[in-house]
């Protein structure tokens, strides 16, 4: 696959930010980037959509927690299931549903690792407190990868010491 963009935020991200992460994943592929994303609800099912919609499922590909969809939050496994039956690839992980919260959360931020690791450049659109975003954005900010942050309304959050390493573009800036 073509070098990757890792496209990620936060769960609570509103619909209302859907297309303006419609237009990056555009841009992204246009530009020959393959996507990674999570899998989760919020900014990764609105990625997954767009690579959907762009039939570009062959170059996107999901980063799971997950040893299966059973994991996958109910909201997103028919878009997974569409985005696989289009040429999409899971690299699954080991965590399932039944497991205890402390194994999920290590499957999550593991995840969080991996599509970092493969990933040429981060986007994150950030919403409120986003402890897993942020989390992925420090993983790339200290490997020195490339990160663009989207603050996406008035509770988006990105410490000081993460913002000085990011190019960041806040809500006002977004609707220009």
């Known amino acids: ?20 992460v419609s237009r990056v994943v555009f841009l992204l592929l246009s530009r020959g980037y ?13 990625a997954l959509e767009a690579v959907i919609q762009e039939e570009a499922s062959a170059r996107g590909i999901i980063y799971s927690a997950w040893s299966s969809f059973s994991g996958f939050p109910s909201l997103v496994r028919l878009q997974v299931s ?45 919403h409120g ?10 993983q790339a900010v200290e490997q020195g990868i490339p990160v663009i942050v989207f603050l996406c309304g008035v509770s988006a959050f990105l410490p000081a010491d993460l913002a000085s390493r990011c190019l960041v573009f806040t809500e006002k800036e977004v609707l220009l």
């Open 1 to 20: 696959m073509s070098r990757l963009a890792g496209v990620v935020g936060s769960r609570s991200l509103p619909a209302s930010f859907a297309p303006l």
């Open 34 to 46: 393959g996507i990674a994303s999570g899998g989760a609800v919020g900014a990764d099912s609105f």
């Open 82 to 126: 569409r985005f696989l039956a289009s040429g999409g690839q899971v690299v699954w992980g080991p965590a399932s549903p039944s497991h205890p919260r402390s194994a999920i959360v290590s499957a999550l931020l593991g995840r969080n690792r991996r599509l970092v690791s493969a990933s040429a450049v981060i986007v994150a659109f950030l």
């Open 129 to 138: 407190q986003s402890r897993g975003s942020l989390y992925t954005v420090r």
